[in-house]
């Protein structure tokens, strides 16, 4: 079995300022029900938001959703959601310092910084908007106050919608990343036969993990730059940078998510 993760903000989905193709949706849903593969969607989204996409862009339920930027794990069986309990159990044992509670306390007077709604919230989820003009100063006293004291990650990206940046503090051992490597040794994968595809900052890290991965075209410059900053330094990445004018797809969101799969081998045959 080959696994296909995808973010799903503006790779996915077609919820940006760039052209989508408008077969693009339909032809992922059928591609991935015609073959042998393991729809995962890798998302910031909570589960209300993601069931809230999928009706909106009628887009096909994933097989397992990691949401809240790594931090739930959740498999969709006979029309249910089921929470992967041991997962947190595993996040908990491995970062033992993670105190969300410490660390809202610790950046509450940051300028710039601002602690999003209680939706976006959760045990090993800690969340921020900031200004994004100030970005290296407000990262810089975050490290101050932070870095290295509750077994955590920081992670900025950078919403180019509503000009806003994000500020995620999560687990160490809960990210993009490390959920999406939990899922792939559930199923006995290696991590090459996984394919990733992303589009924005916080999507780097399993870009440059091992897995297969995929930048949509429409992927944000800063983290196309740092992809390709990456593999220079370490040959052994492979990543696929979509191109469009692919079987009359652009390779926009959905359509760069198809064009990623075609080229690992993971859809084959004429559509």
Same mark, same amino acid.
């Given at each position: 079995?080959?696994?296909?993760?995808?973010?799903?903000?503006?790779?996915?989905?077609?919820?940006?300022?760039?052209?989508?193709?408008?077969?693009?949706?339909?032809?992922?849903?059928?591609?991935?029900?015609?073959?042998?593969?393991?729809?995962?969607?890798?998302?910031?989204?909570?589960?209300?938001?993601?069931?809230?996409?999928?009706?909106?862009?009628?887009?096909?339920?994933?097989?397992?959703?990691?949401?809240?930027?790594?931090?739930?794990?959740?498999?969709?069986?006979?029309?249910?959601?089921?929470?992967?309990?041991?997962?947190?159990?595993?996040?908990?044992?491995?970062?033992?310092?993670?105190?969300?509670?410490?660390?809202?306390?610790?950046?509450?007077?940051?300028?710039?910084?601002?602690?999003?709604?209680?939706?976006?919230?959760?045990?090993?989820?800690?969340s921020y908007y900031a200004d994004h003009g100030r970005q290296?100063?407000?990262?810089?006293?975050?490290?101050?106050?932070?870095?290295?004291?509750?077994?955590?990650?920081?992670?900025?990206?950078?919403?180019?919608?509503?000009?806003?940046?994000?500020? @995620?503090?999560? =687990?160490?051992? !809960?990210?993009?990343?490390?959920? *999406?490597?939990?899922? $792939?040794? %559930?199923?006995?994968? +290696?991590?090459?036969?996984?394919?990733?595809?992303?589009?924005?900052?916080? @999507?780097?890290? =399993?870009?440059? !993990?091992?897995?297969?991965?995929? *930048?949509?075209?429409? $992927?944000? %410059?800063?983290?196309? +730059?740092?992809?390709?900053?990456?593999?220079?330094?370490?040959?052994?990445?492979?990543?696929?940078?979509?191109?469009?004018?692919?079987?009359?797809?652009?390779?926009?969101y959905t359509s760069g998510v198809i064009e990623g799969a075609?080229?690992?081998?993971?859809?084959?045959?004429?559509?």
């Open positions: 079995m080959r696994i296909l993760a995808t973010d799903m903000d503006r790779t996915l989905l077609p919820n940006g300022n760039w052209e989508a193709d408008d077969n693009a949706i339909e032809l992922f849903n059928e591609l991935t029900r015609a073959h042998d593969v393991l729809v995962v969607y890798v998302t910031g989204r909570n589960l209300a938001l993601t069931e809230a996409a999928v009706a909106e862009f009628n887009v096909r339920l994933p097989d397992i959703l990691i949401g809240d930027v790594g931090t739930s794990i959740r498999k969709h069986e006979s029309g249910e959601w089921h929470f992967d309990e041991g997962w947190t159990t595993h996040v908990r044992k491995v970062s033992p310092r993670w105190e969300a509670e410490a660390i809202k306390t610790a950046v509450a007077d940051i300028e710039g910084l601002l602690e999003q709604e209680a939706e976006h919230q959760n045990p090993f989820k800690q290296e100063e407000i990262l810089a006293e975050i490290n101050e106050r932070v870095q290295g004291r509750f077994d955590e990650v920081i992670v900025y990206s950078y919403d180019s919608m509503d000009d806003k940046g994000l500020v @995620d503090f999560l =687990p160490d051992s !809960a990210t993009k990343q490390t959920a *999406l490597e939990y899922v $792939a040794r %559930e199923y006995g994968c +290696e991590l090459g036969d996984v394919v990733f595809c992303g589009d924005s900052g916080n @999507d780097i890290f =399993p870009l440059t !993990a091992g897995f297969s991965g995929v *930048l949509v075209r429409n $992927a944000d %410059e800063q983290l196309v +730059e740092n992809v390709r900053n990456a593999m220079s330094k370490n040959p052994q990445l492979k990543v696929y940078f979509a191109k469009g004018d692919f079987r009359g797809l652009n390779g926009n075609y080229h690992y081998g993971v859809f084959c045959g004429e559509f």
